[in-house]
C-alpha cells in the first residue's frame, strides 16, 4: 500500500503553505456545466447571466455548442438591470417556454453567475417556486458557478451539493457504496466492475446518468470521493449520515489501489481476494506507466492553480515517474481529504494555496521548470519565454482516473516535453 514509510519520504503534511491573494488566471465554475451536462443526460443548466458567461460557454465548449447541447444562457438584459422588468417574471416565462419545447429534461439547473448575483437575484427562490409549477416532470434545483464564488471545479462541486437535500433517504440495514464525482462513463464502468469483481456492493454513483437514478444516501452509506474538489458535496453528505472513506484519489497504479482498498477494508474484502482481484488493472497500469517512465524521470514540474487535481496528481508524478515537483499550486486546499496525498509528496515540495499571478509567474520564471501546468491564457506566453506547458484543462476533460488510464494521464505531461525535445533537434 502507498504509505509515507513504504516511499521512504518525509512528506508535506507539515509544510507551510504560501497563501496568496490577488489577480488570478482561472476559470470560473460555470465551466463544470461541459463536462456536467454530458454526465446527466436528462439535465439541462440555465445559466442565468450576462453575455459574457454565454461567451465563456460557447468558447469552453468549442464544437459542442453545435450538438444541441443542454446548457444555455438567459441573459440579463440591460432593462433588467434597470428595474424595468421583473426578472423573475421573465425567468418563469423563459423556463416555461423552455420546459414546453423540451419534455424530455427532467432536471433543471437554474445556474447563478457574477451579474445574477450582484443583482441579487434570490434563484434558490425561483427554483422552488418553478419546481412546484413544474413538480410532475422537471425537478429544478439551483447552484452558483459564478467567478465570485467558485473556481474551474468548483462549479461541479456546488452542483452535486445541490443534489443531496433531494437524495431518497436509504434506511437498509446494509452498508453501499457511493462513487462522488462525474466520471466519463468508460471509468466509471471500470469501477463497477472491479467493485462487482471484489464482491462490493450495492454501489451507486454521484451523479447517475438519468435524474431519477440518483442514489439513496443514509447512515450506511460509504462514500468515495473520486475527484479532490468536492469538500462542499462530502459535507453535504455526511450531513446526511454518510460516512467518507478516506484514500489517496485514484491516479495511476498507487492511487488507484489505495482508493480501492479503502473501500475493500469498509465492506471486509479478503486481503487475497484483493490483491487477486486487482492485479491483472495494477500490472497493465505499471507496464504503461514504465514506458512513460524514462522521459518524466528527474524532470521538474509547476503546477498553477486551476481544478485542486494539482497535489494528486505531483504526488503520482513524483511516486510512480519519478518527477520532482517544484512548486504546486491550488485554488484550494482542502487538508482533510488532502491529507494522505501531502503525506506522499517530496517534503521540498513548495506549496501555494490562491493566486498572485505577477508573483507566481515570477517564482516560475527563476524556477525554470521543465514542465509547467497552466491555463490556456499563461501557456503560449510562456512557451514564449522558452518554458514547456502542459494545459491544465486537457486534466479534467481526459479520462485520467484508474488503472486504464494511467498510461495515457503519464503521456498527458510526456507529450509536450517530447515535442519539445522533437522541435529541437
Ligand atoms: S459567471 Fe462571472 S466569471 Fe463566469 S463568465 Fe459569468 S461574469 Fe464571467
Known amino acids: 500500500m502507498a ?67 443542454r446548457f444555455a444562457t438567459a441573459i440579463i438584459e440591460e432593462r433588467d438591470l434597470a428595474g424595468m422588468a421583473d426578472c423573475n417574471d421573465e425567468l418563469d416565462r423563459i423556463v416555461d417556454q423552455m420546459l414546453l419545447r423540451r419534455p424530455d429534461i427532467k432536471l433543471l439547473f437554474l445556474v447563478g453567475s457574477c451579474p445574477s448575483e450582484v443583482i441579487k437575484l434570490d434563484l434558490s427562490r425561483a427554483a422552488a417556486r418553478l419546481s412546484v409549477k413544474h413538480g410532475g416532470t422537471t425537478r429544478i434545483l439551483n447552484y452558483s458557478g459564478s467567478g465570485i464564488e467558485t473556481t474551474f471545479t468548483e462549479g461541479e462541486d456546488a452542483c452535486l451539493a445541490a443534489l443531496v437535500p433531494g437524495l431518497a433517504a436509504d434506511a437498509s440495514a446494509k452498508p453501499s457504496l457511493m462513487i462522488v464525482g462525474a466520471l466519463p462513463d468508460v471509468v466509471e464502468d471500470q469501477f463497477l466492475r472491479l467493485f462487482d469483481a471484489l464482491g462490493i456492493g450495492p454501489v451507486h454513483t454521484l451523479p447517475a446518468r438519468r435524474a431519477g437514478a440518483m442514489p439513496p444516501v443514509g447512515p450506511n452509506t460509504r462514500f468515495l470521493l473520486a475527484q479532490p474538489f468536492l469538500g462542499e458535496t462530502a459535507r453535504a453528505l455526511e450531513d446526511r449520515g454518510a460516512t467518507r472513506l478516506d484514500a489517496l484519489f485514484p491516479f495511476g497504479a498507487e492511487g488507484t489501489t489505495d482508493w480501492l482498498h479503502a473501500a475493500a477494508q469498509a465492506f471486509g474484502v479478503d486481503a487475497m481476494q484483493f490483491r487477486r482481484t486487482i492485479a491483472p488493472g495494477r500490472e497493465r497500469a505499471k507496464r504503461a506507466l514504465a514506458h512513460a517512465r524514462p522521459l518524466l524521470e528527474g524532470r521538474r514540474i509547476s503546477f498553477l492553480p486551476d481544478s485542486q487535481l494539482e497535489i494528486p496528481l505531483a504526488r503520482f508524478l513524483a511516486i510512480e515517474l519519478g518527477m520532482v515537483p517544484v512548486e504546486v499550486g491550488t485554488p484550494y486546499l482542502h487538508r482533510r481529504h488532502l491529507a494522505r496525498e501531502l503525506a506522499l ?54 479520462p485520467v482516473h484508474g488503472f486504464d488510464q494511467a498510461g495515457d494521464l503519464a503521456d498527458l505531461f510526456a507529450r509536450p516535453l517530447r515535442r519539445r525535445d522533437l522541435l529541437r533537434v
Open 345 to 398: 509528496l517530496p517534503a521540498a515540495t513548495r506549496l501555494s494555496e490562491g493566486q498572485d499571478v505577477d508573483r507566481q509567474l515570477d517564482r516560475v520564471r527563476a524556477d525554470r521548470p521543465d514542465l509547467t501546468v497552466c491555463g490556456l491564457g499563461l501557456a503560449n506566453p510562456l512557451e514564449a519565454e522558452g518554458l514547456t506547458t502542459k494545459w491544465a484543462i486537457e486534466l479534467v476533460f481526459s
Open 3 to 69: 504509505t509515507a514509510q513504504h516511499f521512504g519520504r518525509t512528506g508535506c503534511d507539515a509544510t507551510p503553505v504560501l497563501r496568496e491573494r490577488g489577480q488570478r488566471e482561472v476559470f470560473c465554475g460555470l465551466t463544470g456545466i461541459i463536462w456536467l451536462h454530458r454526465k446527466i443526460q436528462d439535465a439541462f443548466f440555465l445559466v442565468v447571466g450576462s453575455r459574457t458567461c454565454a461567451h465563456l460557454l460557447q468558447s469552453a465548449a468549442g464544437v459542442m455548442v453545435f450538438a444541441e447541447p
